[in-house]
């Protein structure tokens, strides 16, 4: 699974999860499946109707409607604009025709059953649209070319059409969508139309370059994007085409050995044809946080919201981790007095939608989140904003699974109020404690070697598995180019709840140069009475006990040169000591008496980020002669104490 959700492919942890099954005798089988609801036919309670709506300029945009058949009685909107094709996804294909009904067409079953009348709409320059389609299209631009759109003047011509042509409506309308659609549901609602009450961007796409698909720390995520690009490309317009995703064949069973035998990104980029290079090559080429990105940027333009908003996220999402938080913040700060809740669960990209949420790869969540969300949260808001209904009880602003407790907590804001911010230290041998180093002069040291980088999971893969996000790190802890830093056994609960922050003292020989940093919660080697915890499903590690697992909580990079902005980067100078402190994430998590808190301090995260090559250059143009291996310095002295902050809540 890459960014942005290719909706055409099965769930990528779908297809990495190997399932132990016990096979079933035949007449449980078919009593199985007598047992199981018919499918639903939504043609039995649907009509189906597509339009090409005009926009202002002329252009024409692909929009599907499906309009309850009783019309007793009107019906909301509920908007979901896309990239990823309007058509019904069947058969393997992308199918357009009013004949092609979809197994589900809203949010979840809950707005099926209550009547919606549901809007998907090609967005502008993407498969029956018409118009020019851009990358993240910038909100302002004073250039804009023949056929290029704003995403909000768009909408609202749509909802101007629809308003007038569709009967049977209540006069309001609702949006929301997932990743890609996340952020045209963002951008949807700037200067917002009126009949819009209710939006709900999730895992929306907000800034590519500030912690989201393209770059974290300034490091390019260089195995998602790949990915994506190689599937995801520009097409001639107006068109159903293409009907299927191709996948990359890498011709190894690993990315790893895949990318590290062409190393460069100019030889990656060379793997790939002129099509599939096209808009993957500018997103490498602008290394640096200039006008490419702060064009698409969507926070700085989110104003004049009139709709509630209520804006999802996953902790474990590795696509977009951090657009729902900048989403939320900009929200909360540019449109005061409108509803701007948030809501953050134990979730994969998208995961909310689509899967129970029990489980992620070997952690267990013990209840279906997925479901609670739907039912409990996701339902209740379009229901009280679009019709009146009042929920059974309140949507918070702020609503977050606590992962390592797991329980839903309910907050004023993000970060919660109450939590304080402290500082776990470095220590000489490994010893990580809320004690700032009192004298000495420590440091602790490891070669980072190019030809040989770190991995990302202790397992082969081509695609990311989305369950890298929790993946045990005892792998990494082994190895004489990660320093592992961690606390004695925890006599009670510690909980963090909002941003990570590493602040480290370091040096390098080199003149550039990876940091990346990772909270890991341990899991007692040993549990009490031989009990031992829910496993779930495996993803590549055997079956067995949760004993002694090292479980990421949250790990990001930053690179180097761009310690001191992302605009202009600057050399290291070989030996000095220098402070370096960046957004890791934000978490809220608990970990429990008994187990450690760990961190470890890297310079490589293969494939998952680009190689560095330790020398000041320009990464996207580096040679092979550039990559050069380095001794890197940590310290943890009483003038150069090395920690991460983190923002505790006081005991529950």
């Known amino acids: 699974m890459t960014r942005r959700s290719l909706p055409a492919r099965l769930p990528l942890l779908t297809l990495l999860v190997a399932f132990a099954c016990t096979a079933l005798p035949p007449a449980a089988v078919h009593a199985a499946e007598e047992a199981k609801p018919a499918p639903r036919d939504l043609r039995e309670t649907y009509t189906k109707y597509e339009y090409r709506i005009p926009m202002r300029d002329g252009t024409k945009l692909f929009t599907v409607v499906y309009v309850p058949k009783d019309a007793s009685k009107t019906y909301p909107f509920l908007v979901n604009r896309t990239p990823y094709g309007a058509g019904v996804q069947a058969e393997g294909e992308l199918h357009y025709g ?24 090609d967005v502008r320059g993407r498969y029956m649209s018409e118009g020019k389609w851009q990358e993240m299209t910038p909100h302002a631009n004073p250039r804009r070319a023949a056929g290029e759109g704003q995403e909000s003047q768009d909408m609202y011509d749509t909802m101007e059409w629809l308003l007038k042509h569709v009967p049977n409506n209540n006069g309001k309308a609702g949006i929301y969508g997932i990743s890609y659609p996340g952020f045209y549901t963002s951008a949807s609602i700037i200067d917002s139309h009126p009949a819009i009450k209710a939006a709900s961007p999730q895992a929306p796409v907000t800034d590519l370059y500030m912690g989201d698909d393209s770059y974290h720390g300034g490091a390019f995520m260089l195995a998602a994007n790949f990915g994506f690009y190689s599937s995801f490309t520009e097409q001639q ?18 990315s790893y050995d895949f990318f590290l035998k062409h190393r460069t990104l100019s030889n990656i980029l060379g793997t790939l044809t002129d099509k599939q290079r096209a808009l993957l090559a500018p997103t490498i080429e602008h290394d640096t946080y200039d006008s490419f990105w702060q064009t698409r940027a969507i926070a700085p333009h989110l104003k004049n919201v009139k709709a509630a908003v209520l804006t999802v996220g996953g902790w474990f999402d590795a696509e977009d981790p951090q657009g729902p938080f900048t989403t939320y913040h900009a929200i909360r700060k540019n449109n005061p007095g409108i509803f701007n809740g948030l809501v953050m669960g134990p979730w994969v990209h998208g995961g909310w939608a689509r899967y129970d949420g029990k489980q992620l790869g070997r952690v267990s969540f013990d209840s279906k989140t997925g479901e609670y969300f739907r039912q409990h949260i996701q339902f209740p808001f379009f229901e009280q904003q679009l019709k009146g209904v009042k929920p059974a009880q309140p949507i918070a602003e702020v609503t977050a699974f606590e992962t390592g407790s797991n329980v839903w907590r309910r907050y004023t804001a993000w970060p919660p109020v109450q939590a304080k911010a402290r500082t776990l230290y470095f220590g000489p041998n490994g010893t990580l404690t809320w004690q700032q180093p009192a004298a000495g002069a420590g440091f602790d040291e490891y070669v980072s070697d190019p030809n040989k980088p770190v991995p990302y ?10 369950e890298y996000m929790v993946s045990d790190q005892r792998f990494a802890a082994t190895r004489p180019d990660v320093l592992v830093y961690r606390s004695e056994v925890l006599e009670e609960d510690v909980t963090v709840a909002g941003p990570v922050t590493p602040k480290l003292f370091v040096s390098t020989t080199g003149t550039d140069s990876d940091w990346v940093v990772k909270l890991i919660d341990v899991y007692p080697a040993e549990y009490p009475n031989g009990e031992q915890p829910p496993r779930g499903n495996d993803v ?18 930053l690179r180097g040169k761009f310690r001191n902005g992302y605009e202009h980067p600057e050399p290291f100078v070989p030996g000095k000591v220098e402070a370096i402190s960046y957004h890791l994430g934000d978490v809220n998590h608990t970990f429990r008496r008994g187990h450690r808190i760990m961190v470890q301090v890297q310079s490589s995260w293969f494939p998952l980020v680009d190689l560095n090559p330790q020398t000041f250059v320009t990464i996207p143009k580096a040679k092979p002669e550039d990559f050069k291996a380095a001794t890197q310095r940590v310290y943890h002295a009483a003038q150069t104490p090395s920690g991460l902050q983190l923002l505790v809540l006081p005991a529950h």
């Open 98 to 121: 009013e004949d092609w009904f979809p197994k589900q067409i809203g949010p979840s079953k809950e707005f099926e059953d209550a009547g919606y009348i549901f809007v998907k709409q």
């Open 457 to 466: 999971i202790g397992y082969p893969a081509t695609s990311v598995p989305q």
């Open 237 to 254: 317009n107006p068109t159903p085409l293409p009907k299927t995703w191709a996948d990359f064949d890498y011709g190894a069973a690993d």
């Open 540 to 557: 590549a590690p055997p079956r067995g006990t949760m004993a002694g697992y090292q479980q990421l909580v949250r790990g990001n990079p």
